[in-house]
């Protein structure tokens, strides 16, 4: 599996935009970047994926540059329960799509 | 609707015992997960059943642990011999099919004493 790197923490004013980068440049061309966040003590919750188009839901939008090397997530306004640890993950659809998590982005919204 | 429920959520137990965790995921979900978090630490990989077949065990850290699902729906992890090592948060999680989203749990908290 492909392997991620992130920023060990970033800080965010509340009610700005989030932008959380993360680097995937041995991705191949099968591999699924997933975004999940694991707020303190609670299991890690899905956030949003992509194979190389963006992508938006109601919680966040996906950019994936066009080489696919690197993506970001956007929260675009966020809040103080946004405070978690970001992960970024690469996913093949073998083996049932299991996650190998990194360290991930440790993101304090602050007021 | 019903999430992924653990029990218990909590666990103490003294050096040498052996523990059951255990793991209800999402009802229908065909695909379940195990894994282990440090203190500090991202989720590492445990363990995956698709339905009752345990496709893949590469990531339980020794022959003290052991994970099943017998009727492809409720799983338990064991854990023999418990050592001070093994104290972590037991993640569970459950994905409706192959490859897709993953649903966790709240997570069991070992303490080993």
């Known amino acids: 599996d492909a392997k991620t790197t992130q920023p060990p923490s970033m800080d965010c004013a509340e009610g700005r935009a989030a932008n959380l980068p993360c680097n995937h440049s041995t991705i191949s061309g099968n591999e699924y970047v997933y975004w999940y966040r694991q707020i303190h003590s609670q299991g890690p919750q899905y956030i949003i994926h992509?194979?190389?188009n963006n992508e938006t839901n109601e919680m966040a939008s996906l950019i994936i540059t066009e080489d696919r090397k690197s993506s970001t997530l956007i929260l675009p306004h966020a809040t103080l329960r946004d405070t978690a640890v970001y992960y970024c993950i690469v996913v093949i659809y073998n083996q049932g799509g299991k996650l190998i998590f990194g360290q991930g982005t440790e993101l304090s919204v602050k007021p | 609707g019903a999430g992924v429920s653990q029990s218990p959520r909590y666990k103490v137990a003294k050096r040498g015992q052996d523990v059951a965790l255990r793991c209800d995921p999402i009802?229908?979900?065909?695909?379940l997960f195990w894994y282990q978090q440090a203190l500090g630490q991202g989720p590492e990989f445990l363990t995956y059943?698709?339905?009752?077949?345990?496709?893949?065990k590469s990531g339980l850290p020794s022959d003290r642990f052991f994970a099943e699902r017998p009727e492809g729906s409720v799983s338990t992890l064991k854990i023999q011999r418990t050592q001070q090592e093994d104290s972590a948060v037991y993640l569970c999680?459950?994905?409706?099919?192959?490859?897709?989203?993953?649903?966790f749990g709240p997570g069991t908290r070992l303490t080993v004493l």
């Open positions: 999680a459950s994905s409706p099919r192959t490859g897709w989203k993953k649903f």
């Open positions: 059943f698709q339905n009752e077949a345990q496709l893949d």
């Open positions: 992509g194979l190389k």
């Open positions: 009802s229908g979900h065909v695909s």
